[in-house]
C-alpha cells in the first residue's frame, strides 16, 4: 500500500511540477560512465551519478522510466523518503512489531537473492561442460513446423457439431486425403488457412499449452494427431518436421538456462539441509 502511494506521489508531484514550474535549469543529465559526478544536492548533501544507479536498481522498469524522465522529482522523492524513515527511526518503529520482523524478512529475502545471483554468476561453465548439456538438453530448443486445421465453437451445440466434423476430416486424412486441400475447404483460421495451414515453428518452450507440446512433440514427421480439443476449438495438427539448432546458435542462451538450472538445484539442496522437527503439543 504504502509502495504505491510513494509511486502515485512520484507521478503527481512531475505532473504538478510540469505543469506549475518551468525546466529546471540545468537539467540533470544522465550519465553512468561518470560514477562520481555530483548531479545534485539533496537537504545539502551532494548526490552522484553513482548514487542515482543505485537508486535505479531497485525499482522496477516503470519506475526507471519515471525517473529518466524526471529525476528532479525523483531525488525530491528519494529524500522525502529518508526524512519519513530517519524520523520512524527516532520514534524506534524499526524496533516495534510487526515491523521489525518486515524489516528482517525483507532483509532476508534480499540478501538471499544476492546469494543465488553471485553463486549463478561464478558458477563457471567450460566449453566441454557446456556442450554436454547441449547434447542433453538440445531438444528442448527443437522447433516444429507444423500445418494445421482448425475448427472453431462459441457454444455446447457449437462444440459437438467441430467434434464430429472433426472426427471425421480425421478419418479422411487417415485414408490418405490430402491435407492442404481439407485446409482450404474446411479450416477456420484465416491467417494458417492463406498459408495453406502452415503454423510455427513452436518450440518447446512457447507460452503454449502442455497438452499442446505433448501432442506436437508426440508425433513423428509426417504424421497427424488426433483431434486436440482446445477451450476456442478444435485442431488437427501435422508435423512437418523438427529443425533443432546447432550448438553454436544456443549456446548463449543454453549458458543462461544451464546456470538456472544448476542454481535451482542448489537450492533445493540447501532448501532440503533446512531441519524440521514437529513438536508434539503437551497434553
Known amino acids: 500500500m504504502f509502495r504505491r502511494i510513494v509511486f502515485q506521489v512520484f507521478l503527481f508531484s512531475g505532473l504538478v511540477l510540469a505543469q506549475r514550474l518551468p525546466d529546471p535549469d540545468p537539467k540533470i543529465v544522465i550519465n553512468p560512465d561518470k560514477p562520481n559526478e555530483v548531479i545534485a544536492t539533496v537537504d545539502g548533501k551532494p548526490f552522484t551519478q553513482r ?3 543505485m537508486l535505479l536498481v ?6 526507471q522510466d519515471a ?3 524526471d529525476p528532479v522529482t525523483a531525488l525530491q522523492t528519494q529524500g522525502w523518503l529518508k526524512k519519513l524513515a530517519g524520523l520512524a527511526e ?5 524496533k516495534e512489531d510487526p515491523f521489525r520482523q518486515r524489516i528482517e524478512m525483507n532483509r532476508l529475502t534480499i540478501l538471499s537473492e544476492a546469494l543465488v545471483q553471485r553463486h549463478e554468476q561464478n558458477d563457471s561453465l567450460s566449453p566441454e561442460m557446456l556442450k554436454g548439456y547441449y547434447e542433453r538438453m538440445k531438444g528442448q530448443f527443437s522447433a516444429a513446423k507444423l500445418k494445421m486445421i482448425y475448427l472453431s465453437f462459441t457454444d455446447a451445440k457449437g462444440e459437438l457439431e467441430a467434434k464430429k466434423k472433426a472426427e471425421d476430416l480425421y478419418a ?5 486425403a490430402d491435407f492442404v486441400a481439407l ?4 479450416s477456420q483460421g484465416q491467417t494458417t488457412r492463406d498459408k ?9 518452450s512457447d507460452n503454449i499449452p502442455e497438452s499442446v507440446k505433448q501432442t506436437i512433440f508426440g508425433l513423428r514427421p509426417g504424421e497427424i494427431s488426433q483431434p486436440l480439443r482446445l ?5 488437427l495438427l501435422k508435423l512437418i518436421g523438427l529443425e533443432e539448432p546447432t550448438y553454436e546458435q544456443v549456446k548463449d542462451q543454453l549458458a543462461v538456462e544451464v546456470k538456472q538450472m544448476r542454481s535451482r538445484e542448489w537450492m533445493q539442496k540447501m532448501r532440503g539441509d533446512v531441519e524440521v522437527k514437529v513438536v508434539a503439543p503437551g497434553k
Not at 479422411?172 to 490418405?176: E, N, R, T, V, Y
Not at 477451450?231 to 485442431?235: A, E, V
Open 183 to 186: 485446409v482450404r475447404e474446411h
Open 90 to 94: 527516532k520514534e524506534g518503529l524499526d
Open 67 to 69: 525517473v529518466r524522465n
Open 231 to 235: 477451450p476456442n476449438g478444435y485442431y
Open 58 to 63: 531497485t525499482m522496477t522498469k516503470a519506475q
Open 196 to 204: 495453406d495451414g502452415d503454423y510455427g515453428p513452436v518450440k518447446r
Open 51 to 53: 548514487d542515482l544507479q
Open 172 to 176: 479422411q486424412l487417415k485414408a490418405g
